[in-house]
């Protein structure tokens, strides 16, 4: 893999501050920044380049290291999303009822896995297949069954012939 550019822009002094820089000239590097993140340097090559999804892990780590929110890191990669904004319903969801909430909570995970079989990635969770989330739907209440009976048979009369 061919080396990427020494880190600049608002890369440089978070760098800096955390000694994420090159013990023989002082200079940001991205390699001591994926030894002090705990990933490997391909994994900061791969999430400055753009070339592969970074994890919302990895994003939390490289940002612990430099002291800054995840979100900020998320917007120098040039994520739409913002890794580290958390989803909160709004207000109006305390209203929903345990059933409704399963129902919302399996329509975002079916949103999010045809993202990632889209390979898309970017967090803008737009499902290209509707389809897959028409099947979403509350469980239907318990059926009542009714009470089995067995069908007696008369005892056989031996003097029947």
């Known amino acids: 893999m061919s080396r990427i550019d020494a880190p600049e822009g608002p890369w ?7 000694k994420a820089t090159d013990p023989r000239n002082g200079r ?12 490997g ?4 090559t791969h999430m ?10 990895t994003i939390q780590r490289v940002a612990d290291v430099l002291r800054v929110p995840a979100g900020e890191v998320s917007a120098w990669l040039g994520l739409t ?13 305390d209203l929903l009822t345990p059933r409704q909430r399963e129902a919302v909570n399996e329509l975002i995970r079916a949103i999010v896995a045809d993202e ?5 990635g970017d967090g803008n969770a737009t499902p290209t297949n509707l389809a897959s989330v028409t099947t979403l739907r509350t469980p239907s209440p318990p059926k009542r069954v009714a009470a089995r009976t067995t069908k007696r048979t008369p005892p056989e009369n031996p003097d029947a012939d």
């Open 116 to 120: 990632q079989r889209a390979g898309a």
């Open 12 to 18: 440089v002094e978070p760098m800096i501050r955390a």
């Open 48 to 57: 400055v380049r753009g070339t592969k999804r970074t994890s919302p892990e």
């Open 28 to 39: 940001p590097s991205w390699n001591r920044l994926a030894e002090l993140a705990g990933v």
């Open 41 to 44: 340097p391909s994994t900061i």
């Open 81 to 93: 999303r913002r890794v580290g904004e958390r989803y909160a319903p709004p207000p109006e969801a």
